[in-house]
Every structure is written in structure tokens, then in C-alpha cells.
């Protein structure tokens, strides 16, 4: 079993879906978890009781990650409030899909605004931080769209790739100073959003796998607490797709 005792993992888009279930498996490992969330108070009121009832500190915080100077704040914030930070992870993220014929210009700088300068945001924000203790853990959440691209997904599918030029650029960055910085690609995982996926579309998607089953968020929690321990310290620059096959 992993160990992250006395670790601090910043987690962002941590109230719901993938963000909150790698938050509960870091809390169970024993890190403390300072979580972001933007306009979703409810959920992150629910998820901050659920880590709290497993003995470890945990706060959330509301920040619009697209927002240089938010992030950056916010992030000297948690430094003072929890005194260090060892792991960030990158998830948060938003959708406005559409084909490019219809998809609006504020449609298209929106979703790169999030899911792809937010993730330069949050990891400038941490990067002395990191370099001066000479270790660290960045984790980006990328996607199989980011590697196959996707129609419909012009925006999302260039943030997520984004992710992945960003994920070895830091890599190559902050390899000397003991801070490693990977991503994971999601494939078809079972969330609320898939979830509500007309029935045809799910069902071809399930046929393309060659598994046959969508994932589980713990399949994408169970691997960021990997990339975030110890046992990974010599794995940098690499993405990891969590898929069942289906990009292969």
C-alpha cells in the first residue's frame, strides 16, 4: 500500500466526479487535502465531511483556476495555512462541446482557459514552492482525446493535448530538482457526465472498448496515489492512459 502520511495534496476540481475520489484515496493513504472547487458549494460542503471523518486536515477552497492571480494566492494561502505542499494535481476541467461550425468563439477560449491555463496556472503558482524544497509531485489530468482528438471536441481535445506538451515541458523543467510531473488519460470513466450520455452513444462506445466496460473513478484515483507516492520518484514526463484499450 501507497503512503502519504503527513503529505499536503492540492487537488482542483476536488468537490465531485474524479477530483473527489482522488481526494478520498489520498485522505485514506493519510494525506491532508486542501481541495478547489468553482460555484459547486453544496458538493464541496458534502466531500470536506467525508475527509475530514477519515482523521486527516482538509479545506475547501472556491477558485476559478482560469484566474492568474486567484491561483496564485490562493495557493500562498494554503502554503501558510497547512505549511507545505508535496502534491498538486491538475483536474479541474469543463465541457462546451459542439462541432467547430457551431461552436462559438467564447466556447472555444473558455474550455482552454480552465482546462489549459488553469493547469499553467496552478503549477506556476507551486513551482518555487517545489524547487526550493527540492521535491514535489505534479499530476495533470489529460485525456484519450488528447492523444486521438474527437469530433465535437475541437476545444476540449487541444486543452487536453496542451496538457500533455505542458506535463514533459515541466518535466524537463523540474526533473534535477526531485519533482516529478506526469499525467493520466482518461478514457471512457463512469461519471455523472457519462452517465447521461444518450443510450446509442454509450453503447458504441462500450463496443469500442476492448475491455467492454467503462472505467471507474478509483481506476483514475488508484493510479494519481501511485504517481504521488514514493514508489514513482523515478517516473517523470509520462502519460499514462487509463482506458481499457481504447487507444491503443
Same mark, same amino acid.
Request: proline fraction near 1%.
Given at each position: 500500500?501507497?503512503?502519504?502520511?503527513?503529505?499536503?495534496?492540492?487537488?482542483?476540481?476536488?468537490?465531485?466526479?474524479?477530483?473527489?475520489?482522488?481526494?478520498?484515496?489520498?485522505?485514506?493513504?493519510?494525506?491532508?487535502?486542501?481541495?478547489?472547487?468553482? #460555484?459547486?458549494?453544496?458538493?464541496?460542503?458534502?466531500?470536506? !465531511? =467525508? @475527509?475530514?471523518?477519515?482523521? /486527516?486536515?482538509?479545506? $475547501?477552497?472556491?477558485?476559478?483556476?482560469?484566474?492568474?492571480?486567484?491561483?496564485?494566492?490562493?495557493?500562498?494561502?494554503i502554503i501558510e495555512e497547512f505549511g507545505e505542499v508535496h502534491i498538486l494535481v491538475n483536474n479541474a476541467g469543463i465541457v462546451r462541446d459542439t462541432l467547430v461550425l457551431s461552436m462559438k468563439e467564447s466556447d472555444f477560449d473558455a474550455v482552454i482557459a480552465v482546462n489549459l491555463k488553469g493547469v499553467f496556472n496552478m503549477t506556476k503558482a507551486v513551482y518555487k514552492h517545489f524547487m526550493k524544497k527540492r521535491r514535489g509531485r505534479?499530476?495533470?489530468?489529460?485525456?484519450?482525446?488528447?492523444?486521438?482528438?474527437?469530433?465535437?471536441?475541437?476545444?476540449?481535445?487541444?486543452?487536453?493535448? #496542451?496538457?500533455?506538451?505542458?506535463?514533459?515541458?515541466?518535466? !524537463? =523543467? @523540474?526533473?534535477?530538482?526531485? /519533482?516529478?510531473?506526469? $499525467?493520466?488519460?482518461?478514457?471512457?470513466?463512469?461519471?455523472?457526465?457519462?452517465?447521461?450520455?444518450?443510450?446509442?452513444?454509450?453503447?458504441?462506445?462500450?463496443?469500442?472498448?476492448?475491455?467492454?466496460?467503462?472505467?471507474?473513478?478509483?481506476?483514475?484515483?488508484?493510479?494519481?496515489?501511485?504517481?504521488?507516492?514514493?514508489?514513482?520518484?523515478?517516473?517523470?514526463?509520462?502519460?499514462?492512459?487509463?482506458?481499457?484499450?481504447?487507444?491503443?
Amino acid at each position: 500500500m501507497f503512503e502519504l502520511t503527513g503529505k499536503t495534496a492540492i487537488i482542483t476540481g476536488g468537490s465531485r466526479g474524479i477530483g473527489k475520489e482522488i481526494a478520498l484515496k489520498f485522505a485514506d493513504l493519510g494525506a491532508n487535502i486542501a481541495f478547489l472547487h468553482y #460555484g459547486d458549494g453544496e458538493n464541496a460542503e458534502q466531500t470536506q !465531511k =467525508e @475527509l475530514e471523518a477519515k482523521g /486527516v486536515k482538509t479545506k $475547501a477552497y472556491e477558485c476559478n483556476v482560469a484566474d492568474f492571480d486567484a491561483a496564485t494566492k490562493l495557493v500562498d494561502e494554503i502554503i501558510e495555512e497547512f505549511g507545505e505542499v508535496h502534491i498538486l494535481v491538475n483536474n479541474a476541467g469543463i465541457v462546451r462541446d459542439t462541432l467547430v461550425l457551431s461552436m462559438k468563439e467564447s466556447d472555444f477560449d473558455a474550455v482552454i482557459a480552465v482546462n489549459l491555463k488553469g493547469v499553467f496556472n496552478m503549477t506556476k503558482a507551486v513551482y518555487k514552492h517545489f524547487m526550493k524544497k527540492r521535491r514535489g509531485r505534479i499530476i495533470n489530468m489529460s485525456s484519450i482525446v488528447g492523444l486521438t482528438g474527437n469530433a465535437g471536441q475541437v476545444n476540449y481535445s487541444s486543452a487536453k493535448a #496542451g496538457i500533455i506538451g505542458m506535463t514533459k515541458s515541466v518535466a !524537463k =523543467e @523540474l526533473g534535477s530538482r526531485n /519533482v516529478t510531473v506526469n $499525467a493520466i488519460a482518461p478514457g471512457f470513466i463512469r461519471t455523472e457526465m457519462t452517465d447521461g450520455m444518450p443510450e446509442k452513444a454509450r453503447e458504441a462506445t462500450l463496443a469500442a472498448i476492448p475491455m467492454k466496460r467503462a472505467g471507474e473513478v478509483a481506476d483514475i484515483a488508484n493510479l494519481a496515489a501511485f504517481l504521488a507516492s514514493d514508489e514513482a520518484s523515478y517516473i517523470t514526463g509520462e502519460v499514462i492512459r487509463v482506458d481499457g484499450g481504447l487507444a491503443m
